[in-house]
């Protein structure tokens, strides 16, 4: 993989850097693993399990709560690039499959953070449903990509000052700075330049940041298994 940035008719490719580095992303498993082994004392309410009257998995509250949260989340993104990567749409290029198979690396180094913090007071694996997302198209796939990585960046501005725990709120900071890196990528594949537009970063340079309350709704559009935050105002 090389390291330097390319420049194509002018133009900066977004590229190819270590942080895009498999390697990068292994080492970053085992050191989320032994953190979140090392760190293990939450607060709040455990999740309540799958409502038979429809109102989906409940995360919990406090630590528990917005863990389970973020790890709901990073299962959507996982399954979202692990079926990108298997299934390239047409017309894809060696940079961007190697990119879209570093950020699925990472999503699931994410994924598997939170699996391992939470323990038993995980909430299950969820079901996506990818059926609005056509893997064949590029447009549609760089859509939808571009909308998960604004969401989560958001919704980890939005929730991490809920984070009692100070390991875990400095974990958060780490991840998130990934997850904008990720957006900003993307962001530049639909409109070049556009890696931090005015509808995401406000005038005064901070990255808008949205509620439990109206994140969930957006991701329980791609997941069969929804998932609600009663103590944060959503039922599903």
Known sequence: ?????????????????????????????????????????????APRPLDSTGGGI????????ILNYAFALEQLEAAFYIQVVKTPYSGMSDNEKECFSVIRQHEVCHREFFKAALGSNAIPDLTPDFSKIDFTSRTSVIAT????EDLGVQA?????????????????GKIVSVEARHAAYIRNLVTFGDYAGTDVVDMNGLNKASSIAEV????????????????YGYTA
């Open 156 to 172: 980890y501005d939005g929730a991490g000052y809920l984070i009692q725990n100070a390991d875990y709120l400095t974990i958060a």
């Open 145 to 148: 990509a571009k909308a998960f």
């Open 1 to 45: 993989m090389k390291s330097e940035i390319t420049e194509t008719s002018g133009r900066i490719n977004l590229a190819r850097r270590s942080f895009l580095k498999y390697a990068g992303a292994g080492a970053a498993t085992v050191g989320f693993l032994a953190v979140a082994s090392s760190c293990k004392k939450l607060d709040g309410a």
């Open 216 to 231: 969930l709704p957006i991701a329980n559009t791609f997941l069969q298994t929804k998932v609600s935050a009663s103590h």
């Open 58 to 65: 409940d995360i919990g509250s406090g630590d528990y709560g």
